[in-house]
């Protein structure tokens, strides 16, 4: 990520209260272009809230975020997907009884503003768009497989392809490796980092995994009880006698094995 590279979103005093209780508190960070950011904490510390409040689904309390200059604060979520943002869910969302290539259509189809027309015409559209995507992700020789079938870790790259098809500049990755075994957490890792890269993609993600985030992080933030405690390189974070103290040692030791996609 070069020095120069444009901010893409830029949060200020993002705070967030249910029944009197601040979920997210003055929560305020900046992500560049090809950047990936890491936002940890322990259950409970606010980064779902945090997250859905970039993604229009949650209104914030106070505060602003700017996607590309563009105050998107309280805007719809089909408004800033719009504008450039994609993600993923912890829970992968797809058609299981359509083929991959169709699921990724039908996101194309939808970028493309057709979706009133999807279902007759989405076996036509956007296919010779679909199998770049699917490309990328390593999923081609899947293309005419129903979703069912297949293993969730190609599930898991199924919906970054589908994240892909709406050209993000943005990409808002919510606990992306929940329920993978560990070669293949760092498989879609590095695969996600390295489209990221080429792409200039700025990611966002919200990780449990200490060793996903410490290998692949560029900067970490780290929230508990809705406020940020700390923010920086994951040698600095490692290092915070804060978030050492919220996490007690756990998952903070990074397993230096899965830098090399070793099995657990």
């Not at 990724?104 to 057709?114: I, K, M, N």
């Not at 020789?141 to 898991?156: F, N, S, T, V």
């Not at 790259?157 to 994240?163: N, Q």
Request: proline residues 5%.
């Amino acid at each position: 990520m070069s020095a120069a590279a444009p901010v893409l979103l830029a949060v200020e005093g993002l705070t967030k209260s249910y029944g009197g209780v601040h979920a997210v508190r003055d929560v305020s960070f900046s992500l560049k272009a090809g950047e990936i950011l890491a936002l940890i904490g322990p259950n409970g510390a606010g980064k779902s809230t945090c997250f859905n409040m970039l993604n229009g689904q949650v209104t914030p309390g106070s505060g602003r975020v700017r996607l590309l200059g563009r105050d998107t604060t309280g805007e719809k979520p089909r408004e800033i997907w719009r504008l450039g943002v994609g993600r993923t869910f912890q829970i992968t969302a797809t058609f299981p009884t359509m083929t991959v290539r169709e699921n990724v259509q039908v996101a194309l189809v939808s970028h493309h503003s057709q979706l009133f027309n999807m279902w007759s015409s989405a076996p036509k559209l956007a296919r010779d768009e679909a199998e770049p995507l699917l490309d990328l992700v390593g999923m081609n020789g899947y293309a005419d497989r129903p979703c069912g079938e297949l293993a969730y870790g190609d599930l898991k790259r199924l919906e970054l392809a589908i994240a892909l098809a709406n050209q993000p500049k943005l990409l808002l990755m919510d606990e992306p490796t929940a329920g993978m075994a560990p070669r293949e957490r760092v498989e879609l890792m590095r695969l996600t980092a390295r489209i990221a890269r080429e792409q200039s993609i700025g990611v966002l993600f919200t990780e449990h995994d200490m060793d996903v985030v410490f290998e692949h992080a560029d900067r970490i933030l780290v929230l508990n009880r809705g406020s940020l405690i700390a923010e920086g390189v994951p040698e600095q974070v490692r290092r915070d006698p804060q978030v050492r103290a919220i996490y007690l040692g756990e998952g903070l030791v990074y397993d230096a094995r899965h830098r090399d996609g070793a099995p657990a």
